[in-house]
């Protein structure tokens, strides 16, 4: 037959088959596959397209010399030699204060020639249209109108920024070296440079960022680069428009392969589906195959025939899928609004071509060891129905999964560590939930004989096929299982960890507390009825060697240790071990120590673990761009919850003598003492007061809206489930539609057969909710023992989870098998 006519007899045989219910299903499965992988892939496209366009607006330059001290005057000239244009920012937390109330705001103190990327944007009043360019003036500062709403003021109004008092005259709307709003949890300010002296805000050790911006050509920032390496300080480095992308993509990139995650197992959901659904659609076609044959059709041509019959299915569910999963993604980034760069550019079709291509690779992978048969059916079948094609060989079949598999984890370019520790985990737990499941419908033979006849036949159905039976419970119970952690863990977790914390745990931190007001603060506390825990002195410093060796040859990469040693720490000294604080190893100092001896130094047990460290370990540090030299005498395990200030490294008092220090403290005071917390801020402009309630609450309001987009991408996952219910019922329903006939010639009620699926479907589906029910009880006792170390208690409101999985399961399968209810008796027995 040639090419052309056997298109066109594929593209009408497929036409007539729509009406196959094993056909709908495949479509369904393979739309499912095709939609979460196409909108994850756009999620991830989009946000790193919106990256890569505004890489240099990320810095507000093209190369930024950043630290915690200002730059010295030799970095400057070399820039200058070399025509570069510069900008100077200084960035700081500071309180912000008005006559009606208090504020916490980030600040940032930038000169006229910022910024040398990207420009500031700004209204004259909240929610007017923005103006680009410019920057406030001496004597001026632009706010977010979050601030107006917090502090219930007007543009023209004046606030206090420490010492000095300034006029709101624009609304900030836009700053491109802002890492967006993602970890924005203060509202914005910005002031002039010529403005900071006045404020008395910037203190010997306290916590400042400068920033001098570079930009011109990239020969003259390479050779600026090279030039000023050398003359780095510990606290200083420099950062190009790849290391700012690296930063702002860290957090959503990690997002993206959890996603990627949830895609894989859609995918593999939706795979498992094609390969029941193609197995019937193969079976169904046994007799059709041996008919083409015997009117001349060949062997390779029949096979030929059904695979462009498959292509063209699955090519028209893949472009319906990719279409739904773009929709799917516009509702993503709507949910996740709040997180991402307000400016993501629309994708291009790579991410709907590379979803069609999953798709595609799912069902060859899937579906084609099953088609493969009918190119071996026999033509003699047409005569003898006993008559079946030799089976394709498990090598193949599984093989061709497998290569599938892989070939859509290296699509969704996975943590393959991760991936595979989570698909060797859920196959364990699979076997072995599988098997109890599998025993347990076994041991209810016993169970039938004194059953009333719907029991009996409702559950001889699962016991005729345990296997599937098993399996199509562990799918459900894992979508369940997903859900049901998710909405647990949102719902209580955040509610357990502050129903821990005491009654007067503290609720504000004050930091920045100068040495001369040190008293003063605690005297005003306690006149406020504040009870507050002590002052620690803090003075920042960065940990550069261990036993005469650079710390960045020891550390491990992404490890808590290189985060801690890329960072200035909060260093203090205290002479009794603070509370929330026990010794793991070593012991605690007695006195100060003498001139002769190296000073002790206690490490967080964690970090030090993570540092290698162990006692009697030699630690210097650079501090204020002096040295100093430190021993480990113990080990530390830190309670960080209680709201006390805490630290990674605790010095003998007298080690770090003659630096610039500031002071830290917490206290909690009762709701309702709003006036004296602006009075204490206006006392003390320099103290930056931390309120920890609004923190909770912004916690709590992130937290809800990334657990809301799991929930959504968690639908594909259902979906897909739904996709592996349906075609483990069109796997059976040719058996089901001869049982059901066989029965209704017996004498049976529509009634009992309907009793019978609802017994059947809501079993399967309340075994799936209960093993949903059990997982989020272990994996819950698992992370608040382990990991949050909470007490953890039984949830009752889980044993709803059976209930819930018996509804959707019977409703479901009570559709998908309404046609063996339906299919009249005296035709099905003519045909069999």
Same mark, same amino acid.
């Given at each position: 037959?040639?090419?052309?006519?056997?298109?066109?007899?594929?593209?009408?045989?497929?036409?007539?088959?729509?009406?196959?219910?094993?056909?709908?299903?495949?479509?369904?499965?393979?739309?499912?596959?095709?939609?979460?992988?196409?909108?994850?892939?756009?999620?991830?496209?989009?946000?790193?397209?919106?990256?890569?366009?505004?890489?240099?607006?990320?810095?507000?330059?093209?190369?930024? &010399?950043?630290?915690?001290?200002?730059?010295?005057?030799?970095?400057?000239?070399?820039?200058?030699?070399?025509?570069?244009?510069?900008?100077?920012?200084?960035?700081?937390?500071?309180?912000?204060?008005?006559?009606?109330?208090?504020?916490?705001?980030?600040?940032?103190?930038?000169?006229?020639?910022?910024?040398?990327?990207?420009?500031?944007?700004?209204?004259?009043?909240?929610?007017?249209?923005?103006?680009?360019?410019?920057?406030?003036?001496?004597?001026?500062?632009?706010?977010?109108?979050?601030?107006?709403?917090?502090?219930?003021?007007?543009?023209?109004?004046?606030?206090?920024?420490?010492?000095?008092?300034?006029?709101?005259?624009?609304?900030?709307?836009?700053?491109?070296?802002?890492? @967006? @709003?993602?970890?924005?949890?203060?509202?914005?300010?910005?002031?002039?440079?010529?403005?900071?002296?006045?404020?008395?805000?910037?203190?010997?050790?306290?916590?400042?960022?400068?920033?001098?911006?570079?930009?011109?050509?990239?020969?003259?920032?390479?050779?600026?680069?090279?030039?000023?390496?050398?003359?780095?300080?510990?606290?200083?480095?420099?950062?190009?428009?790849?290391?700012?992308?690296?930063?702002?993509?860290?957090?959503?990139?990690?997002?993206?392969?959890?996603?990627?995650?949830?895609?894989?197992?859609?995918?593999?959901?939706?795979?498992?589906?094609?390969?029941?659904?193609?197995?019937?659609?193969?079976?169904?076609?046994?007799?059709?195959?041996?008919?083409?044959?015997?009117?001349?059709?060949?062997?390779?041509?029949?096979?030929?025939?059904?695979?462009?019959?498959?292509?063209?299915?699955?090519?028209?569910?893949?472009?319906?899928?990719?279409?739904?999963?773009?929709?799917?993604?516009?509702?993503?980034?709507?949910?996740?609004?709040?997180?991402?760069?307000?400016?993501?550019?629309?994708?291009?079709?790579?991410?709907?071509?590379?979803?069609?291509?999953?798709?595609?690779?799912?069902?060859?992978?899937?579906?084609?060891?099953?088609?493969?048969?009918?190119?071996?059916?026999?033509?003699?079948?047409?005569?003898?129905?006993?008559?079946?094609?030799?089976?394709?060989?498990?090598?193949?079949?599984?093989?061709?999964?497998?290569?599938?598999?892989?070939?859509?984890?290296?699509?969704?370019?996975?943590?393959?560590?991760?991936?595979?520790?989570?698909?060797?985990?859920?196959?364990?737990?699979?076997?072995?939930?599988?098997?109890?499941?599998?025993?347990?419908?076994?041991?209810?033979?016993?169970?039938?004989?004194?059953?009333?006849?719907?029991?009996?036949?409702?559950?001889?159905?699962?016991?005729?096929?345990?296997?599937?039976?098993?399996?199509?419970?562990?799918?459900?119970?894992?979508?369940?299982?997903?859900?049901?952690?998710?909405?647990?863990?949102?719902?209580?977790?955040?509610?357990?960890?502050?129903?821990?914390?005491?009654?007067?745990?503290?609720?504000?931190?004050?930091?920045?507390?100068?040495?001369?007001?040190?008293?003063?603060?605690?005297?005003?506390?306690?006149?406020?009825?504040?009870?507050?825990?002590?002052?620690?002195?803090?003075?920042?410093?960065?940990?550069?060697?261990?036993?005469?060796?650079?710390?960045?040859?020891?550390?491990?990469?992404?490890?808590?240790?290189?985060?801690?040693?890329?960072?200035?720490?909060?260093?203090?000294?205290?002479?009794?071990?603070?509370?929330?604080?026990?010794?793991?190893?070593?012991?605690?100092?007695?006195?100060?120590?003498?001139?002769?001896?190296?000073?002790?130094?206690?490490?967080?047990?964690?970090?030090?673990?993570?540092?290698?460290?162990?006692?009697?370990?030699?630690?210097?540090?650079?501090?204020?761009?002096?040295?100093?030299?430190?021993?480990?005498?113990?080990?530390?395990?830190?309670?960080?919850?209680?709201?006390?200030?805490?630290?990674?490294?605790?010095?003998?008092?007298?080690?770090?003598?003659?630096?610039?220090?500031?002071?830290?403290?917490?206290?909690?005071?009762?709701?309702?003492?709003?006036?004296?917390?602006?009075?204490?801020?206006?006392?003390?402009?320099?103290?930056?007061?931390?309120?920890?309630?609004?923190?909770?609450?912004?916690?709590?309001?992130? &937290?809800?809206?990334?657990?809301?987009?799991?929930?959504?991408?968690?639908?594909?996952?259902?979906?897909?489930?739904?996709?592996?219910?349906?075609?483990?019922?069109?796997?059976?329903?040719?058996?089901?539609?001869?049982?059901?006939?066989?029965?209704?010639?017996?004498?049976?009620?529509?009634?009992?057969?309907?009793?019978?699926?609802?017994?059947?479907?809501?079993?399967?589906?309340?075994?799936?909710?209960?093993?949903?029910?059990?997982?989020?009880?272990?994996?819950?006792?698992?992370?608040?023992?382990?990991?949050?170390?909470?007490?953890?208690?039984?949830?009752?409101?889980?044993?709803?989870?059976?209930?819930?999985?018996?509804?959707?399961?019977?409703?479901?399968?009570?559709?998908?098998?309404?046609?063996?209810?339906?299919?009249?008796?005296?035709?099905?027995?003519?045909?069999?």
């Amino acid at each position: 037959m040639p090419a052309a006519r056997l298109l066109g007899l594929a593209w009408r045989q497929l036409l007539r088959d729509l009406r196959a219910s094993e056909v709908r299903v495949l479509f369904f499965s393979l739309l499912v596959a095709v939609a979460a992988s196409t909108a994850i892939g756009y999620f991830g496209a989009r946000l790193n397209a919106a990256m890569q366009l505004r890489a240099s607006e990320f810095l507000g330059a093209d190369l930024v &010399l950043q630290g915690s001290a200002p730059a010295a005057a030799p970095q400057i000239a070399i820039g200058e030699a070399l025509g570069l244009h510069h900008a100077q920012v200084v960035e700081f937390t500071s309180v912000v204060g008005a006559d009606n109330g208090i504020q916490l705001a980030g600040v940032k103190a930038a000169d006229n020639a910022y910024p040398l990327r990207g420009q500031v944007r700004s209204a004259a009043e909240p929610y007017a249209e923005e103006k680009p360019g410019g920057g406030p003036a001496a004597g001026e500062v632009w706010v977010e109108p979050r601030l107006l709403a917090a502090l219930g003021m007007n543009i023209g109004d004046s606030i206090d920024v420490g010492m000095k008092a300034l006029r709101m005259s624009r609304v900030l709307t836009y700053e491109p070296d802002r890492a @967006n @709003n993602f970890y924005s949890l203060t509202p914005r300010v910005m002031m002039n440079l010529a403005d900071l002296p006045a404020t008395g805000v910037v203190q010997p050790g306290s916590r400042v960022t400068y920033r001098d911006l570079w930009s011109g050509p990239a020969e003259a920032l390479a050779q600026y680069r090279a030039s000023v390496e050398n003359t780095l300080s510990a606290s200083q480095r420099l950062r190009d428009t790849r290391d700012g992308n690296q930063q702002i993509g860290g957090a959503l990139g990690k997002a993206e392969r959890y996603l990627n995650l949830a895609s894989l197992v859609a995918v593999l959901l939706a795979g498992v589906a094609v390969a029941l659904s193609a197995s019937r659609y193969a079976a169904r076609r046994l007799d059709a195959s041996a008919l083409l044959r015997c009117l001349g059709l060949s062997r390779r041509q029949a096979l030929l025939l059904y695979s462009l019959q498959l292509a063209m299915l699955g090519l028209a569910a893949a472009i319906v899928g990719a279409a739904v999963g773009w929709l799917a993604q516009l509702g993503l980034f709507k949910l996740l609004h709040g997180l991402l760069p307000s400016d993501v550019p629309p994708g291009s079709l790579w991410p709907a071509l590379a979803g069609v291509a999953t798709g595609l690779v799912a069902l060859a992978g899937f579906a084609l060891p099953p088609i493969a048969a009918l190119g071996k059916v026999p033509p003699l079948r047409v005569l003898r129905r006993d008559l079946l094609p030799v089976p394709p060989s498990s090598w193949l079949v599984y093989g061709a999964a497998l290569f599938a598999l892989g070939l859509i984890m290296w699509r969704l370019s996975l943590d393959l560590l991760l991936t595979f520790a989570l698909l060797a985990g859920g196959l364990a737990a699979a076997l072995v939930l599988g098997g109890l499941l599998w025993l347990g419908l076994r041991s209810l033979r016993r169970l039938l004989s004194g059953a009333p006849l719907a029991w009996r036949l409702g559950l001889g159905q699962l016991l005729r096929h345990p296997t599937a039976a098993a399996g199509q419970a562990l799918a459900f119970g894992l979508i369940l299982l997903a859900m049901g952690l998710v909405a647990l863990l949102r719902a209580e977790l955040l509610d357990t960890w502050q129903a821990q914390l005491p009654e007067d745990a503290p609720n504000h931190f004050a930091l920045n507390i100068l040495p001369d007001d040190q008293d003063r603060f605690a005297q005003q506390l306690k006149q406020i009825n504040a009870a507050a825990a002590p002052l620690y002195p803090v003075t920042p410093g960065r940990l550069i060697e261990i036993n005469q060796q650079p710390v960045q040859q020891i550390v491990t990469k992404d490890s808590a240790g290189e985060r801690a040693v890329q960072r200035d720490l909060s260093l203090t000294w205290a002479a009794q071990l603070p509370d929330g604080n026990q010794l793991t190893g070593g012991h605690w100092w007695q006195g100060s120590p003498s001139d002769d001896d190296v000073p002790g130094v206690s490490v967080e047990a964690q970090l030090a673990e993570s540092l290698q460290l162990k006692l009697g370990d030699r630690l210097t540090f650079d501090i204020g761009g002096q040295q100093r030299q430190a021993k480990v005498t113990s080990l530390r395990s830190v309670h960080w919850d209680s709201f006390q200030p805490n630290f990674y490294m605790i010095f003998q008092p007298g080690t770090l003598q003659g630096l610039p220090t500031t002071y830290l403290t917490s206290f909690y005071l009762a709701s309702g003492h709003d006036q004296e917390i602006v009075a204490l801020s206006r006392a003390f402009p320099a103290v930056t007061i931390l309120q920890v309630d609004a923190l909770l609450a912004q916690l709590r309001s992130i &937290l809800a809206q990334v657990t809301l987009a799991v929930e959504y991408v968690l639908l594909f996952v259902l979906a897909a489930g739904m996709a592996v219910l349906f075609a483990g019922l069109q796997a059976t329903l040719d058996e089901r539609i001869r049982q059901g006939a066989l029965l209704r010639a017996l004498g049976a009620q529509r009634q009992l057969l309907t009793k019978t699926r609802r017994i059947e479907f809501g079993l399967l589906g309340a075994l799936s909710g209960l093993l949903a029910a059990l997982g989020c009880e272990l994996i819950t006792f698992v992370l608040y023992h382990y990991a949050f170390a909470l007490p953890w208690s039984l949830h009752p409101w889980l044993l709803l989870m059976p209930v819930a999985g018996a509804l959707l399961v019977g409703c479901a399968g009570v559709l998908g098998t309404r046609r063996a209810l339906n299919a009249s008796p005296l035709a099905v027995l003519r045909e069999g």
